[in-house]
């Protein structure tokens, strides 16, 4: 799937609501492109070992440490995208991956990646604040990245995310540094989970 498909899928999702839908949505994009199987990622894309390499980028996270991806090669990754002002979807999303990371074995859980899209709101004050409250500030590996806005814009370009988001996207990139799936909000943690363990079981 190009990235632009993945990008029109992403406003197609955003306007629907309810995890039921967007398991019809996956069905339905499935059955389109191949003969309805079992996956073995759960996302609404995803892709095979070693064919779509992450596109590659360097920000500086919350604490001004420069962060590129392959700094993080050691475990899987996850890449999503929030703002910490936020009150409606970053929230709820927030707190569903606190809650899975808690409930991951420590050698399964993957560095996360927090792309602002909201490159003026987001201070280092308001993101400890959501962190903490999203319960994302925990022992895990995390890195919230912030830039001007037209550096965050081509992150947002190359993961096929409109200038301004309307939506929450989740990628996951094995230890390799390949996209594996991609998840829409809003998404089953449970799933996310099973697909980041695969990941973590996997010989590099």
């Not at 050691?74 to 569903?96: H, M």
């Not at 500030?137 to 370009?157: D, Q």
């Not at 996207?169 to 099973?194: H, K, M, W």
Request: aromatic content about 8%.
């Amino acid at each position: 799937m190009s990235r632009a498909r993945l990008g029109a899928l992403t406003i197609a999702l955003a306007a629907l609501s309810g995890a039921g839908i967007g398991l019809v949505a996956h069905v339905a994009l499935g059955s389109a492109e191949r003969e309805l199987t079992l996956p073995q990622m759960h996302g609404q894309a995803s892709w095979p070992a070693g064919e779509r390499r992450a596109p590659p980028f360097e920000l500086r996270d919350q604490n001004g440490r420069a962060v590129s991806l392959p700094d993080l090669r050691d475990r899987p990754l996850l890449i999503t995208f929030l703002d910490s002002r936020c009150v409606e979807q970053c929230p709820i999303a927030g707190r569903q991956l606190g809650m899975m990371l808690r409930g991951m074995a420590p050698a399964d859980r993957p560095a996360l990646l927090i792309v602002s899209v909201d490159p003026a709101g987001d201070t280092p004050a308001s993101i400890r604040h959501a962190m903490t409250m999203w319960g994302l500030a925990g022992p895990y590996r995390w890195h919230w990245l912030r830039g001007s806005k037209s550096e965050l814009a081509a992150v947002w370009r190359a993961y096929g995310i409109t200038e301004e988001p309307a939506s929450l996207p989740l990628y996951l990139i094995d230890r390799r540094g390949f996209e594996r799936t991609g998840y829409l909000f809003p998404f089953l943690p449970n799933f996310v989970a099973l697909d980041l363990q695969t990941l973590a079981r996997e010989r590099v």
